[in-house]
């Protein structure tokens, strides 16, 4: 006999689940309150890595239905969300999203919907990209110095090189300029 869960999310503890637990019961879903899985955590957290989610996860079993109002609830971005789908239905568990009508998204027509939705998302992905370099490119030809500034000046620089080359020891010149050997060791590298 197939059980129904819903899992709710929030990102926030001052916001609420409970909106989306009765958005789930209005559309016709009978959920047993041992079955409503809540947790606040950011969408930014992988689904297996919510703590509920992956406790959600050892329980669900081949023939179970799982409930969300909206795919967000599945993972941070539409790559996750499909990993999470495709997790789901390798289980054997139905998965249902209200905001696309309720489509099973492990059906054939559930698929179609997701294939759809990760298409939009890589192209919305690769033109993120495309605009970060292009404008990283931009600031290059401008002339602006890209990363962190040097721990040290031009001058110090030169002076390390300086004392590097009549045999100061690199620790030493770390000590006397109050930073790393790292930093030390980059500037007689980059020579």
Known sequence: MSRTF???????????TENQLREIRAAGFA????RAITESISGSVAASQRPAFAKLLDRLESGDVLIVTKL??????????RATVERLDGLGVRVHCLALGGVDLTSPA???TMQVLNAVAEFERDLLIERTNAGIERAKAEGVQMGRPSALTDEQQADVLAKLAHGVSVSELARTHKTS???IQRIRDKA
């Open 72 to 81: 967000d609830r599945l993972g941070r971005n539409a790559m996750d969300v």
């Open 110 to 112: 559930g698929r179609m």
């Open 31 to 34: 959920v047993d309150a041992k």
């Open 6 to 16: 819903a899992y709710a999310r929030v990102s926030t503890a001052d916001q609420s």
């Open 181 to 183: 050997r790292t930093t």
